[in-house]
């Protein structure tokens, strides 16, 4: 079976100060790796993917991930939040076939991690 | 601009009165999908579509219904709505469904509530 987990349900960093936010994973095979984020009253947005090859990701905004197959995680990462970086943070992983009991094309989602930057 | 629209963005309505969600993409995507996101729980697949006319359950169909007639198009019927389907849904599109490195992109939500 495939999951995402994300510890954390809220991570609050001051502005200037580098910020992350966790994520793990479990997938047969070698997996693809999803971030995106949610601002209130908007849907979810494409910050980055994981498919192979290096395993830091840049993306969106200034953020990037980093892919660690050892540990099996995918930590979202900024070296300098914003206040305008507050939001819901949604790690989600696909294997690269269906295994059973899944349906093809699903996205599995974490419960989410709100972050909240302050000035 | 490329994007994924859904109508309408808030609903309120009772038990027991059919509704349709309507989902649009302008990309040509093969794939398109709708989740429901409920406190705690993340997004749970309701159904997806690979493409015109094949429609699939995901993890919670009880209760919805969709069709894909056309490539850009794919609503989503309650039938008779239940307070248990409050909850905000979104609309998903993808080139194609079964590459899993496909990005999904995502429509701005609609919020439903059932009284």
């Known amino acids: 079976a495939q999951s995402v987990a994300q510890p954390e349900d809220q991570v609050n960093v001051a502005e200037g100060n580098p910020l992350t936010v966790k994520c793990t994973y479990s997938?047969?095979?070698?997996?693809?790796l999803f971030w995106y984020v949610q601002y209130p009253n908007r849907g979810l947005q494409f910050l980055l993917k994981y498919i192979t090859g290096d395993n830091l990701v840049k993306g969106s905004y200034g953020f990037e991930a980093e892919f660690n197959k050892s540990q099996t995680s995918f930590h979202l990462k900024k070296p300098s939040a914003l206040v305008s970086d507050s939001a819901l943070y949604f790690c989600?992983?696909?294997?690269?076939?269906?295994?059973?009991?899944?349906?093809?094309?699903?996205?599995?989602f974490g419960r989410g991690t709100q972050l909240t930057v302050w000035p | 601009e490329a994007q994924v629209t859904q109508n309408p963005r808030y609903l309120i309505t009772v038990t027991g009165k059919k509704l349709t969600v309507t989902c649009s993409q302008n990309m040509n995507h093969e794939y398109m999908s709708w989740y429901r996101q409920d406190p705690g729980l993340g997004l749970r697949q309701i159904y997806y579509s690979m493409n015109v006319e094949v429609t699939d359950k995901g993890d919670v169909p009880e209760g919805y219904k969709v069709s894909r007639k056309e490539k850009r198009n794919f609503p989503l019927i309650l039938e008779s709505p239940s307070p248990n389907q409050t909850s905000l849904y979104f609309c998903?599109?993808?080139?194609?469904?079964?590459?899993?490195?496909?990005?999904?992109?995502f429509g701005p939500g609609t919020r439903l509530t059932v009284l």
């Open positions: 989600a992983v696909r294997g690269p076939s269906a295994d059973r009991g899944s349906t093809l094309g699903r996205l599995y």
């Open positions: 997938v047969s095979g070698n997996p693809y």
């Open positions: 998903a599109s993808s080139i194609r469904g079964g590459l899993a490195a496909d990005t999904q992109y």
